[in-house]
């Protein structure tokens, strides 16, 4: 028998409790052993539960039973949830755990503290929610040199943004939307404003690289500024938006990071990730592209990937999985500004729209305009290829100072 204790009864947490207690035959069967969930902590009472008396408001009766041997922490945030970790891992007990915030700012430390006390810290669920992609990443592809990493990794704000397109729905109503299904964070504007997809991208990185990659570093912008006029220009060009979280070695051993709203080609494998799904492309030296789809939030696929990880560590009881990255390094992030990349422009002056074209080509060396039939009177949809943040922000001036006023300025993913 193992007994383990969940910390959070949440969305995910009490997930996890469904899984195990509607799966028992077979989880029994693949962990070689039962499982237990012997305590479950919570702020609130649950009387209605068939398990109501496994619950505690107390840490302690959790760090201090011995028979305690997993702890899978689906509290979220960064405090308490990093104490009881830390403590946990101090005191002879795994952890699994969903919480992307804790392992983005802490997973080298907790790593590091998890192998010197021969224990394991597995975070299956903290990426892509019931996707595999962290295993598939440390094991399945560890014979490539993985080169970048692309993905939509955010399932609230692809649930938001399908909406938006798909059924003209109001930002706040899918907004409220998902945060019914489960789907958004506690404070939903770690969603939208990026901060969610920012910390699955540096976990990415920092496993696929093998350095620590903090949030803070990393360029990140939100889905609040995209327009259903913007939707319209990329379906005139032949694609969609989508917030992508990227990253990618470069030759002088830095990576660049980046979390933004991009246009994707309607060719793309990425076009067709809609609704809650996330989808995530891997780029190996020997498989070329590999492609992770799956439900990226929500009750059981997040669960389902939390249980899996519990599994493992009940089959890897006396023997550590191997997961580990180094601390952070000084000058590995690529500055943002040197980062080169194709972007569209939506574009407006006080005069026709071949006027206001007519300038943008003038600025941007080799711009190209989007052709669409309803276009607001001066305005004008434009792509420009292979520029550096500095560059394009120089050259949008110069347009600006020749009366054009840049509306947009949305990246152009080569994904
Ligand atoms: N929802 C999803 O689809 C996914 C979530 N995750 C991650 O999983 C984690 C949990 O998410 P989710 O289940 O949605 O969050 P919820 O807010 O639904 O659940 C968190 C639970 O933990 C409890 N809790 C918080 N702090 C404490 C504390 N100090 N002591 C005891 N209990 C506490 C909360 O109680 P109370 O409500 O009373 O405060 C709540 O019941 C987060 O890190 C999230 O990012 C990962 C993948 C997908
Ligand atoms: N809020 C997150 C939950 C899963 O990680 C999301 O919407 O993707």
């Keep these: 028998m193992a007994d383990i204790a969940v910390l959070g009864h949440g969305v995910v947490g ?57 702890v899978v922490e689906c509290m979220g945030g960064l405090e308490p ?6 403590k946990c891992l101090e005191n002879g007990k795994s952890v ?41 990443i440390s094991q399945c592809l560890a014979a490539n040199e ?24 109001g930002f706040e109503e899918a907004l409220k939307l998902a945060q019914e299904l489960g789907y958004a964070e506690r404070d939903p504007s ?16 920092s496993l696929a690289f093998g350095t620590h990659v903090y ?39 830095h ?25 995530i492309v891997v780029r190996g030296d020997a498989t070329g592209d590999v492609m992770f789809y799956g439900k990226g939030a929500g009750k059981l696929p997040t669960a389902s990937a939390v249980v899996a990880d519990v599994i493992d560590c009940v089959k890897h009881m006396k023997a550590r999985k191997y997961l580990f990255w180094e601390e952070a390094r000084p000058d590995y992030i690529e500055p943002f500004e040197s980062i080169k990349g194709d972007f569209f422009l939506r574009i407006q002056g006080d005069c026709s729209s071949d006027e206001t074209f007519a300038k943008a080509a003038e600025a941007l060396p080799g711009a190209a305009r989007i052709v ?24 949008l001036l110069r347009l600006e100072e020749s009366g054009v006023r840049v509306l947009d300025r949305i990246r152009i993913s080569d994904f």
């Design 96 to 136: 699994v755990t969903s919480n992307k915030e804790l392992v983005a700012a802490k997973g080298a430390e907790l790593l590091a503290l998890a192998q010197k006390n021969n224990l394991n810290f597995l975070f299956e669920a903290s990426v892509g929610g019931g996707i595999p992609i962290i295993r598939p």
């Design 255 to 279: 990576i660049a990071i980046m979390v933004a709203p991009m246009l994707i080609s309607r060719e793309s494998q990425l076009a067709n990730v809609d609704d809650v799904f996330n989808g």
């Design 146 to 169: 993985v080169g970048e990493i692309a993905g939509i990794l955010n399932g609230t704000t692809n649930f938001i943004l399908t909406k938006m397109i798909r059924e003209h729905m």
């Design 14 to 70: 009490s997930g996890v409790l469904e899984v195990l207690l509607t799966h028992t035959q077979s989880i029994t069967r693949r962990a070689k052993e039962e499982i237990r969930v012997k305590h479950i902590l919570d702020l609130r009472e649950f009387p209605e539960l068939p398990y109501a008396g496994s619950f505690t408001k107390d840490f302690k009766v959790i760090l201090e039973d011995p028979e305690v041997t997993i």
């Design 81 to 86: 949830a990093y104490t009881f970790v830390r």
């Design 215 to 253: 949030p803070e570093e990393v360029h990140t912008e939100g889905i609040t500024k995209i327009t259903l006029e913007d939707v319209a220009y990329a379906d005139a060009w032949g694609g969609v938006i989508k917030l992508i979280g990227q990253v990618s070695m470069l030759e002088n051993g």
């Design 372 to 395: 669409r039939r309803e276009e607001a009177k001066g305005e004008a949809g434009v792509t420009v290829e292979n520029i550096s943040e500095a560059g394009i922000r120089e050259r």
């Design 190 to 205: 770690a969603d939208v404003e990026g901060a969610d997809a920012c910390r699955k991208i540096c976990i990415l990185a």
